[in-house]
């Protein structure tokens, strides 16, 4: 199975990832920015700085970043060993990962004495793990 790697067209790969690490601060900082801190338990607050995207530490981009790279490699090396190249495989492979694993961890996460709302930290997570599942296995599936 990893012999696929060299088969993985890697500008897909980046470009993939700059799309989920892209679409991850709008959604958090801008889209859902209040019921995300609402199910962290602070609602006054927008975003881990407090509301103030250049304060915030270099961890919350590089550690996403780290993260979504993962997922998508991860995502194109099972897109390339299960021969995955239609359109309609690649939406319906984005979705199977998305809801099966990503939402699945999500709510995991989420169910822990540490998040006060855990029902609406997964309900404000979730479709941004679907969202970007199917747009790179779309990205991966048509460039590859």
Known sequence: ???????????????STI????????????IVAKPYAAALGDPSSTSPAGGKAAAMPPLFIVGPLIANLAVVVTSAVLLRALAVESLADG????????VGYLI???FNIAINPNIPRPLLYGLVNAPYFVICSVVASIILTLWS
């Open 1 to 15: 199975m990893f012999a696929v790697l060299t088969e993985i067209n890697w500008l897909a790969v980046i470009a």
């Open 19 to 30: 799309v989920f690490t892209v679409l991850g601060g709008l959604w958090f900082a801008v």
């Open 91 to 98: 939406i319906a492979f984005g979705l199977i990962v998305g």
């Open 104 to 106: 699945a961890h999500t």
